[in-house]
């Protein structure tokens, strides 16, 4: 559409061309106005030796829309306080990114490859309500995420090819 492939992931392109996946759309959370890519948080809790699975979900919160909310399985034996974990990501993160509340869990549920399925998790969390800050159906957000032809900052390593069909061919 309008010359874009529409896959549902998040990213940005550097000034070579290259395109750089952040995260999928539907896993973004926006708090008070800010955007929190999940995936960012998650690989830093990921890194506590005690971490076993990680997921980082939007959950409602009345003042901010939607606050960063973690869900953690502990390997067995090891333990971890919500307090080490926040410290952990405020050294690392802006504030508004660092979990406001954490949930600590036995079992995570998984796909049948393996894969969280934070759908599941954030389910419980907004059931009732008739609007989905983090969920569903999005209209077109790469201008309020910074995702263009224009934009070409890049923190990231590895690149990809570039996903506007318009783009000269490498």
């Not at 010359?3 to 952040?22: E, I, P, S």
């Not at 974990?85 to 049948?112: D, G, N, T, W």
């Amino acid at each position: 559409r309008g010359g874009w492939l529409h896959t549902g992931d998040a990213g940005f392109m550097d000034d070579r061309g290259f395109v750089y996946v952040v995260d999928r759309i539907k896993d973004i959370i926006i708090t008070g106005g800010e955007n929190v890519f999940s995936t960012e948080v998650e690989n830093i809790l990921t890194r506590h030796p005690a971490v076993q699975f990680c997921a980082v979900i939007g959950v409602p919160d009345e003042e901010w829309g939607e606050r960063v909310h973690a869900v953690l399985v502990l390997h067995a034996g090891h333990e971890a306080t919500e307090e080490d974990l926040r410290q952990m990501c405020r050294a690392e993160i802006a504030h508004y990114k660092v979990p406001r509340s954490i949930e600590f869990r036995s079992e995570m549920p998984l796909s049948p490859a393996g894969k969280i399925l934070k759908r599941e998790l954030r389910d419980s969390y907004w059931q009732g309500r008739s609007r989905r800050v983090g969920g569903g159906k999005w209209p077109d957000i790469r201008h309020l995420i910074g995702i263009s032809r224009r934009s070409r900052s890049s923190s990231a390593t590895a690149p990809a090819r570039s996903w506007n069909r318009n783009s000269p061919r490498r």
